[in-house]
């Protein structure tokens, strides 16, 4: 899964969340960016108001928190969306070393050079290489 701090910088790159069902992501608050959350009809879904998006927390009567503003969470992306942001500049995934360090590669075009960003975990190749593809889109 895609760390928090990485989804942040993400954000802070560009990357615009459309809040979908089986999205997942965290509120950023203190003591709550450690429990993953997913939208989902009927339970977890995305209000639109007036004065903005809020995320709603339908009949979850544990959960002190009935719902949190959109901008008071962190949008994990999953593996296929970060290849669909690179869109063009996705050339290939394939896996380097030997078991048990082998990592994931994911190589990407930026500014139109092949370059490859490795992870233990494949969502956080590809947030890097979606980080870099970013910083360098116009």
Request: charged share 25%.
């Amino acid at each position: 899964m895609l760390s928090v701090d990485l989804a942040r910088r993400l954000h802070d790159a560009g990357l615009i969340w459309s809040p979908l069902a089986g999205d997942r992501f965290v509120v950023d608050r203190p003591g709550l960016s450690h429990d993953v959350f997913y939208l989902a009809d009927m339970t977890v879904e995305v209000h639109e108001f007036v004065g903005g998006s809020v995320i709603g927390f339908n009949g979850v009567a544990e959960w002190a928190l009935d719902s949190v503003a959109l901008d008071d969470t962190v949008w994990l992306p999953r593996e296929d969306q970060l290849r669909a942001v690179l869109g063009h500049d996705f050339v290939g995934l394939g896996k380097r070393g030997t078991e048990p360090d082998d990592v994931y590669a994911v190589v990407a075009l930026v500014e139109g050079a092949p370059q490859t960003f490795t992870h233990r975990d494949a969502e956080e190749a590809y947030g890097r290489a979606t980080l870099a593809v970013l910083a360098h889109r116009h």
